[in-house]
């Protein structure tokens, strides 16, 4: 069973930059479509920010474009996953999953913390 471990989130002021990262730990995970997902504070459901599909095309988020960028790096036998965020603002503020897209995978990682201040 694969296992997504997400990390890079912290405490940014507003206009900040983060670069969040996701780690598999299977190579299982290599095959399937990408995304990163975001649960806001008070809500029960995940929105996709910015998802990444194996022919390297890329799809954001409204309150995503212009701002972010989704990526993936091959590392020894599994491909990282990264969202690099600039320009942030307090709405970014959430826990940040990465999971596979339609569906994602049953099993989701702890997610990332990231808290913006205004």
């Known amino acids: 069973q694969v296992q997504l471990v997400e990390s890079g989130g912290g405490l940014v002021e507003t206009g900040g930059s983060l670069r969040l990262a996701c780690t598999p730990t299977s190579s299982l995970f290599n095959v399937y479509n990408k995304a990163w997902y975001r649960q806001t504070p008070g809500n029960q459901a995940r929105e996709l920010v910015a998802s990444i599909r194996s022919d390297g095309s890329t799809d954001y988020a409204d309150s995503a474009k212009g701002r972010f960028t989704i990526s993936r790096e091959s590392a020894k036998d599994v491909a990282v996953l990264y969202l690099q965020m600039h320009n942030l603002k307090p709405e970014d503020t959430g826990n940040y999953f990465c999971?596979?897209?339609?569906?994602?995978?049953?099993?989701w990682g702890r997610g990332t913390e990231v808290t913006v201040s205004s």
């Open positions: 999971n596979a897209v339609n569906p994602p995978l049953t099993s």
